[in-house]
């Protein structure tokens, strides 16, 4: 069975504050990037997986994203890649 590298992304929904981001845009704006707006921090997440095909791996990723890696009341997650590992 092959192995694959799987990109996930885990960012707070847009209605939850975001204290660490708004930090960041604070500094940035101190450092004259003012024009800088909207700035959000969240989790790049990346592991290697065993699966019969991309689409078993696609559908293993979202169940860890949705059983632990995502926290489904203040977070939402997004599959970047999911890409074949050569031997």
Not at 68 to 76: C, H, Q, T, W
Request: aromatic share 4%.
């Amino acid at each position: 069975m092959p192995y694959y590298r799987a990109t996930i992304l885990v960012t707070l929904r847009p209605a939850i504050l975001d204290v660490p981001g708004k930090t960041v845009e604070h500094a940035l704006h101190s450092l004259g990037f003012e024009t800088v707006r909207n700035v959000r921090i969240g989790k790049h997440i990346t592991l290697e997986l065993q699966a019969t095909d991309v689409e078993h791996a696609q559908q293993q990723c979202h169940t860890m994203s949705q059983e632990l890696l995502a926290n489904p009341v203040i977070e939402d997650y997004a599959i970047a890649t999911i890409e074949p590992i050569t031997p």
